[in-house]
Structure formats: C-alpha cells, structure tokens
Nanobody, 124 residues
Framework: QVQLAESGGGLVQAGGSLRLSCAAS????????LGWFRQASGKERELVAA????????YYADSVKGRFSISRDNARNTVYLQMNSLKPEDTAVYYC?????????????????WGQGTQVTVSS
C-alpha cells in the first residue's frame, strides 16, 4: 500500500505560479512511477505530467509543456509539480497517482494509488 497526500493548491492570478507537492508513505517510493492528473468540472481526468520509476523519463501533456515541471525526491518520498505561467484553463482538482508498472502510463486506469486531490484555481 502507498498513501499519497497532495498539498500546495490554491487561488492564483493568471500568469502566476504554484508548486504542488505529493508526499508518499508506505512502500519504497523509488519503485513507483508517479503521475499528476487533473480534472476540471464536467471533464474527464487527464494526465498532466508523469515521471517514470527510473528517474530517466518524463511526460508532459501538450497543454502544459514549457510551463509545468515534474520532479521527484526519493529521499523525501515526495513528488512535485511546478506550475508556471498559469492560465484560467489550468483550473482543476489536481491529483497525484502512483503505480509500480514500468514506463509511464497515460490513462488513469494504469495507476493504482491516488491522493485526495488539491484544488487549483486560476483567475483571469
């Protein structure tokens, strides 16, 4: 079992920045691929960024490339999502997720463990 807890969400003006954190407890953190998903009201949950187990591969959705950055600190059992140049369309609940499968999964069904989510609201 892995327990995940997000923090760092909030209200920010367009063009601003936020850093989300996801602290994990349980099994060996480095064994897990990690993803940040978001779900806006009335829309499906989508993968924003992901980091493989190996510390070698990352994935970014086209909509956030160049603005968001995912990183992980295995010593602190924490994964981060740095979000810069935020836009109103980034408004959503952001979830971190973990899975032991190799590579990077795009679909939510790939991930076994989920946090409770943190709200990010970007005002125009």
């Amino acid at each position: 079992q892995v327990q995940l807890a997000e923090s760092g969400g909030g209200l920010v003006q367009a063009g601003g920045s936020l850093r989300l954190s996801c602290a994990a407890s349980g099994r060996t953190f480095s064994d897990y691929a990690l993803g940040w998903f978001r779900q806006a009201s009335g829309k499906e949950r989508e993968l924003v960024a992901a980091h493989s187990r190996s510390n070698m591969n990352t994935y970014y959705a086209d909509s956030v490339k160049g603005r968001f950055s995912i990183s992980r600190d295995n010593a602190r059992n924490t994964v981060y999502l740095q979000m810069n140049s935020l836009k109103p369309e980034d408004t959503a609940v952001y979830y971190c997720a973990a899975d032991r499968s190799p590579g990077i999964g795009i679909l939510p069904t790939r991930y076994r463990y989920w946090g409770q989510g943190t709200q990010v609201t970007v005002s125009s």
